[in-house]
């Protein structure tokens, strides 16, 4: 089909991306009707060049905020360098990037992917390689309830989501789901097939369910007991989201292996798979893809990485953490808001009644951009550049949306 110049230089209106999207765009989710334009720091702008303050932080991958310069600059001095080495060379970014994480994790050996599903894929890889040499074959791996890991068939199946019980099966067998937070139910379901207990520190997706003192323990010193993997999957926890560099740092336990996506890359798609040296344990050919290492994002990572500890961003997502929850403790009595739970910038509170999609579209109409995961959560995770007067802002912002939603005006 030959394009005219009129459709190959089409300017679109807002209304234009709308009916294309409409029309073009595979049907996965509902989106509000806005075209996110630009975006800079902690805030975005549409195609109407109306302003959103980011507490969603483009899903927590947006650690740095919205084109930080350390994404620009790393983009810049790498691409017209090298873009794409293949797979099957070596090159400078991912050798460093590698060495930084093993450095800061304490967890020798990495495997670099794209997305986070891709680098869980590559953590129950290597959990049934560990059950097929040195486990009788063991093979599989408990999760838990409401846990997430990830949209590729195998990562649906290790996700403990009740309403994928049912879909695109038959899915990836050998996943065991214990309730979360409960060690009696994991210790029970930990038998002779047995590889590796999976879990998220926090869960994220689940609605932010932190557990409770002791419990990140003794599932790692059972792990240990045992012979078996404890994967802990980072994707979302890690990166100084939580108030340290990993989630695990807060229990003291350190997990056989470890993923990493979201805040790795700034917003980057790039991901991590850590292991501990004994469990360097593929043979040629076993992992791998076309974009694993790829000097570009692990460019990026390396600059995001290092400016996170630079700046011990960590410390900061720890302080603004307390300061969001300390504000958020107003609408407890002035809106109903309950539970309020969370560490560092991952945050979440219960509403008084199943209104989370009403008040997420309430917020974005008066400029703020929150995330409902479950009808009555809220989950705030901003970027972990964001100061005391945002979060004013946002929690200003939050209590006029949930009035309205609650119709208490
Ligand atoms: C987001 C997420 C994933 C999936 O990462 P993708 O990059 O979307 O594939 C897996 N596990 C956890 C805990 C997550 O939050």
């Given at each position: ?6 459709t ?9 991306y ?18 996110m334009?630009s ?9 109407e060049?109306?302003?959103?303050l ?25 691409s017209?360098?090298?873009?794409n ?8 970014p ?11 994790s ?31 074959g063991a ?14 068939l ?17 899915k990836?067998p ?22 590796a ?13 932190v ?50 996506a979201k ?9 991590a ?30 600059s ?8 011990d961003?960590?410390s900061?997502?720890d ?32 509403l ?7 008040t ?14 479950q ?14 007067q ?12 949930l ?7």
């Amino acid at each position: 089909m030959q394009l005219d110049a009129p459709t190959l230089q089409r300017q679109y209106t807002t209304n234009d991306y709308l009916e294309a999207a409409d029309r073009s765009l595979l049907f996965v989710t509902s989106r509000p009707p806005v075209v996110m334009a630009s975006g800079r720091g902690m805030r975005l702008t549409d195609t109407e060049g109306k302003e959103y303050l980011d507490f969603v932080g483009g899903w927590a991958a947006t650690c740095l905020g919205h084109s930080p310069e350390a994404v620009r600059k790393a983009l810049a001095a790498q691409s017209p360098l090298l873009v794409n080495a293949s797979p099957s060379f070596l090159n400078k970014p991912m050798v460093e990037l590698a060495d930084l994480l093993a450095r800061v994790s304490g967890l020798e050996r990495v495997f670099l992917a794209s997305t986070g599903a891709e680098a869980n894929e590559g953590a129950i890889k290597l959990a049934r390689k560990y059950g097929a040499l040195r486990l009788n074959g063991a093979y599989e791996i408990v999760t838990t309830l409401k846990g997430f890991h990830g949209r590729t068939l195998t990562t649906m199946s290790a996700t403990g989501k009740e309403q994928w019980k049912s879909l695109f099966e038959p899915k990836t067998p050998g996943f065991v789901h214990v309730p979360w937070n409960d060690f009696e139910a994991l210790e029970g379901a930990v038998g002779e097939r047995t590889c590796a207990v999976m879990l998220e520190p926090i869960q994220g997706e689940g609605g932010v369910n932190v557990p409770a003192p002791g419990y990140l323990e003794r599932v790692r010193e059972f792990c240990t007991k045992r012979g078996i993997l404890l994967i802990f999957d980072e994707i979302q926890t890690g990166i100084g989201r939580t108030g340290k560099l990993f989630c695990f740092q807060h229990a003291g336990v350190r997990p056989d292996i470890l993923t990493l996506a979201k805040g790795l890359g700034g917003g980057f798609p790039i991901s991590a798979m850590l292991a501990r040296e004994e469990f360097n344990i593929f043979d040629a050919g076993d992992q791998g893809g076309t974009y694993c290492g790829q000097p570009l994002g692990a460019a990026v990572a390396l600059s995001v990485l290092r400016e996170v500890i630079d700046r011990d961003l960590s410390s900061a997502a720890d302080s603004m953490g307390r300061f969001l929850v300390s504000g958020l403790g107003r609408l407890v009595s002035s809106c109903g808001v309950r539970d309020i739970r969370g560490m560092g910038l991952l945050v979440a509170f219960g509403l008084p009644a199943p209104l989370g999609d009403e008040t997420v579209d309430a917020c974005r109409n008066l400029g703020l951009l929150v995330n409902s995961p479950q009808p009555a959560t809220l989950r705030l995770m901003p970027p972990l550049i964001v100061g005391k007067q945002e979060i004013d802002e946002a929690v200003q912002i939050l209590e006029r949306a949930l009035l309205h939603v609650l119709k208490r005006v």
